[in-house]
């Protein structure tokens, strides 16, 4: 007999990824660049609407869409950048830590590059006002599929204040995402179209 019964759903998550990673990692360094520069005026804009001064980002890795170019505007501007950390003894937690020009970063155990742990740089997750966060793939919705950790989906439904907002390549855009309970959807979706 034929098994015609679907993947289970980590399943079908897992596969989604793997395509939309691949995806992600296609992309040319041109069509990369041009779409760290097409996120800006539309993140600018969301900024300025909530007057946020304490904003969460994060490095590019694997082919996400780089905010680097934004931060770097953001500072000129005067407003406070900060980058997640793996919490070192509360396992899938994340604390946010001052980025700067001094600041000292090191590869953490997945491979993405994190400040230095200095509590003296740490900022109470209470005081975030926004939050930009990667994503391997997103719908029309504001769903988000991310990497697997479940890091952000934490932090969300901990910091129920934070204004969240996905950045994404236009290739991770899809109609739908196969779901979970826990999943914490987006506020905004700020997408970089690729030139
Ligand atoms: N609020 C939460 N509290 C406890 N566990 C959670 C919470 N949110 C997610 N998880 C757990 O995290 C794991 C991974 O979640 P999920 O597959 O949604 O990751 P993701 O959203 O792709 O990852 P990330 O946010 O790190 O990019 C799941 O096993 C899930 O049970
Ligand atoms: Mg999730």
């Known amino acids: 007999m034929n098994d015609i019964s679907p993947l289970p759903l980590c399943e079908q998550r897992n596969q989604l990824r793997k395509q939309m990673?691949?995806?992600?990692q296609a992309l040319t360094l041109?069509?990369?660049?041009?779409a760290a520069q097409n996120i800006i005026p539309k993140s600018l804009e969301l900024i300025e609407h909530y007057a946020a001064q304490h904003l969460a980002f994060?490095?590019?890795f694997n082919g996400e869409i780089s905010p680097l170019p934004l931060i770097e505007k953001l500072r000129s501007i005067g407003k406070k950048i900060y980058l997640p950390v793996l919490h070192p003894f509360s396992s899938h937690q994340l604390l946010f830590l001052r980025f700067d020009d001094k600041s000292d970063l090191s590869s953490n155990r997945f491979g993405i590059l994190e400040p230095k742990l200095d509590v003296r740089?740490?900022?109470?997750?209470?005081?975030l006002e926004m939050i930009f966060v990667p994503l391997v793939a997103c719908d029309t919705q504001g769903n988000r599929l991310g990497m697997g950790g479940g890091f952000y989906d934490r932090t969300l439904s901990q910091a129920k204040h934070?204004?969240?907002v996905g950045l994404a390549h236009q290739c991770q855009q899809l109609e739908c995402l196969p779901l979970e309970s826990w999943d914490e959807p987006l506020d905004y979706?700020?997408?970089g179209n690729s030139i």
């Open 21 to 24: 990673r691949a995806k992600r």
């Open 189 to 191: 979706i700020v997408i």
């Open 121 to 127: 740089k740490v900022l109470p997750i209470s005081e």
């Open 162 to 164: 934070l204004i969240s």
């Open 30 to 34: 041109d069509e990369q660049r041009f």
């Open 58 to 60: 994060y490095l590019p």
